[in-house]
């Protein structure tokens, strides 16, 4: 998730979405992030022209989208300006959550010939089958509340960093999973927006989530576990 700060004269110190103190006027400006592997390296799950629409379209718009927000935040804070510092945290939550989430789903991914789809091992395995009793029941849930999503979201395997369990979790448009809980750890996050999935399985969604699992990297679930565990 590459970025670049922007220095301007100090304010008062706030907190930033990722834990740091920074000067209110020195905001950070986020840019795409490349992909591990080419665009067609996920087919036939992902056929490259989505795979290429989707981080070169979609994403690059929430990135460019975000910046342009804390641009004008900047500019309302400065100002003084309380309805517009509301009024645009919409677009902040909206374009910032697009940028996590896809920054977290490319990692998610990976191609066959370099480990995608092979299930977890280690402590997630472990933690698979104690949770959900198998990697096959937790593909099931993750399947079924996918598939029931209305409109456009994200299903998530998450780990709750205090209580050291895993659930699966739901959330609507672009909102993060922070948004269900502070304590969740994004382990493994599914888009289920159309722009996903449309241009190749057309309207049906259980189809791309049945497929998406053969590229699925459990790898970096993995190590993301061991870290948010710890």
Known sequence: MALRILFKKPCFPIPSHYGSTVPLRQFKTFSLPELPYDYGALEPAINGEIMQLHHQKHHQAYVTNFNNALELLDQALAKGDASSTVQLQSAIKFNGGGHINHSIFWKNLAPVNEG???????????????????????????????????????????????????????????????????????????????????????????????????????????????????
């Open 116 to 230: 995608g789809g092979e299930p977890p091992k280690g402590p997630l395995g472990l933690a698979v089958e104690e949770h959900f009793g198998s990697l096959e029941e937790l593909i099931k849930k993750m399947n079924v509340q996918g598939a029931a999503l209305q409109g456009s979201g994200w299903v998530w395997l998450a780990l709750d960093k205090e209580t050291k369990t895993l659930s699966v979790e739901t959330t609507a448009n672009q909102d993060p999973l922070v948004t269900k809980g502070a304590s969740l750890v994004p382990l493994l996050g599914i888009d289920v927006w159309e722009h996903a999935y449309y241009l190749q399985y057309k309207n049906v969604r259980p189809d791309y989530l049945k497929n998406i699992w053969n590229v699925i990297n459990w790898e970096y679930a993995g190590e993301v576990f061991k870290k948010g565990g710890a």
